[in-house]
């Protein structure tokens, strides 16, 4: 519970506070009687209001009804960075608007300390790059759960877990902040000690984690994508908004093969951080990985400074790629636990769901489910399963996201162009765009005469095509939804089956 005087007070102290109005009166000093009003919740959903909400105005589109509906639930104040005096009547004018200078940034520093600073009780873990931030997330929580016990939560794009055994299904990479600070809350309350989560670039950029400290902050990779009008408009902007997690985490973890790797460890080194790196044998990284085949590679240290990690070690998702990630979340847990005799256990114990499912049936059919959406974590994708089913056709069913990220479309028909035979594109999250237009578009970017191409918008039918013109020999991909049981669709979630529910069903209905 808040005060409007400590919530203001904050405020100040943070440079967002700008006036209250109140019966359409501005005051810089809050009046003495609504000084002592007390918020007892928060939101930014008109329709989860009730007496001693404080509610927040905000979004780009907001609508002032959504105000007037919130002080008739029983709002306490209102914060926004707009005056809506005029647009209320003569009795919601005497509910409390605090005026701000960014809205998001005070949902951030109130949300923070109206519960408790919940981060100050938790050794935070934060994971950002264009790909690996899931599996790593995953490999991480699996490791220090096998180490330390069902104290270990996390937040990512595909789950959240705040009791360190239960998984509810996330909606998005990184939580808004008030949500975020009431589930560190409620992961504190559980006896939670460690928290890995995902941070996205919009999260930095929409202030999602604006005041939250990482122990250790992780940054994978990065490669163009989200670069869109609504998103980043330029690969400037998504570098610097990913690279404040350098700016907010006390030991920095750099991958040594990644893009901009000199960039970023300059920036780590004049803030003072602590950087550690990790990457393949081909790099001077402190901790290094060997890939051999089968999900078997091995990792030796070569900085005498740090905990040693040696030995060979198994990730059972497909995909050279996450001997990076495996190691990665190696590099973390070493951080933590001197002993890293365990880690192999909990790293081969890791499942991901939704990330390189593979099902298969008597009658030779084979289906890979994953979150791929980007030409690196597609390229690398399509490439093992090339390897894997060389005789085959690789029948891809994939999409892309609508109003935002429009460069990755391009990417998309790219990965298609140099390793899918059949490419039936659909939708995936259209919000609030034409799927045949993020379609069409993605066809003009396939250069490869010889790739098939379909279009198909229902995300179920492209995939019952894709098992009706399957033949043994062949594998299926269907990438982006993984086991996600919804769509976005105009502003709202529409049920969807999922990609693996879906494939599961039709790999017994086509079993012999």
């Known amino acids: ?226 670069i869109s009008p609504v998103e980043h408009p330029t690969f400037d902007d998504y570098l610097w908004c990913k690279s404040q997690i350098i700016v907010n985490s006390d030991t920095v973890i750099l991958n040594r093969d990644m893009d901009y790797y000199e960039l970023l460890a300059q920036k780590a080194h004049e803030l003072g951080k602590k950087l550690i790196t990790f990457g393949s044998d081909e790099s001077d990284a402190d901790y290094r990985y060997h890939g051999k085949d089968h999900g078997y590679f091995d990792v030796s240290t070569h900085n005498d400074n740090l905990p040693e990690v040696t030995g060979e070690f198994r990730v059972m998702i497909p995909g050279h790629f996450n001997y990076s990630n495996a190691l990665a979340a190696i590099t973390v847990s070493a951080q933590l636990k001197d002993d890293t005799s365990d880690f192999a256990q909990g790293l081969k114990e890791t499942k991901v769901p939704g990330r390189m499912e593979f099902l298969k049936n008597n009658a030779g059919m084979v289906a890979c489910v994953d979150y791929a959406h980007n030409y690196l974590s597609l390229s690398e994708s399509f490439k093992f399963m090339k390897h894997e089913y060389p005789d085959g056709r690789l029948i891809v069913v994939i999409g892309a996201a609508g109003g935002k990220a429009e460069s990755r479309r391009k990417d998309v028909g790219r990965a298609l162009s140099e390793y899918a035979d059949v490419a039936i594109l659909t939708s995936e999250d259209n919000f609030f765009e034409d799927p045949h237009h993020i379609d069409e578009t993605i066809k003009e970017h396939i250069t490869n005469p010889n790739v098939k191409v379909i279009i198909n918008v229902d995300r179920v039918a492209a995939i019952k095509q894709a098992f009706e013109m399957a033949k043994p020999g062949d594998a299926m991909f269907m990438a982006a939804k993984g086991r996600e049981q919804f769509m976005h669709e105009k502003g709202r979630d529409i049920p969807y089956v999922g990609d693996y529910q879906l494939s599961q069903k039709l790999m017994k209905e086509y079993d012999k």
């Open 1 to 226: 519970m808040l005060t409007l005087k400590e919530i203001t007070d904050l405020l100040k102290e943070n440079g967002l506070y700008k006036e209250i109005i109140i019966d359409g009166d501005w005051y810089y000093t809050v009046p003495e009687k609504a000084a002592r009003a007390e918020v007892t919740d928060l939101s930014y959903d008109s329709r989860k209001v009730s007496d001693g909400t404080l509610f927040f105005c905000k979004g780009l589109k907001f609508n002032p009804e959504y105000l007037a509906s919130a002080i008739k639930e029983g709002a306490t104040a209102a914060i926004s960075e707009l005056v809506y005096t005029d647009k209320l009547d003569q009795e919601a004018q005497s509910t409390p608007q605090i005026i701000v200078t960014d809205v998001q940034k005070a949902m951030a520093v109130i949300a923070r300390h109206f519960y408790g600073c919940p981060d100050e009780k938790l050794e935070l873990i934060g994971f950002t790059g264009t790909k690996g931030k899931t599996t790593s997330v995953y490999f991480t929580r699996h490791i220090l759960a096998h180490e330390f016990g069902p104290v270990v939560g996390q937040f990512s794009s595909i789950d959240e877990c705040v009791d360190g055994k239960n998984f509810i299904e996330a909606h998005l990479t990184t939580p808004e902040s008030l949500d975020l600070f009431r589930m560190m809350k409620e992961a504190v309350d559980n006896g939670m000690k460690y928290l890995a989560m995902e941070v996205s670039s919009q999260a930095y950029k929409k202030s999602r984690v604006y005041g939250l400290h990482f122990n250790i902050g992780v940054f994978l990779n990065i490669s163009p994508d989200h």
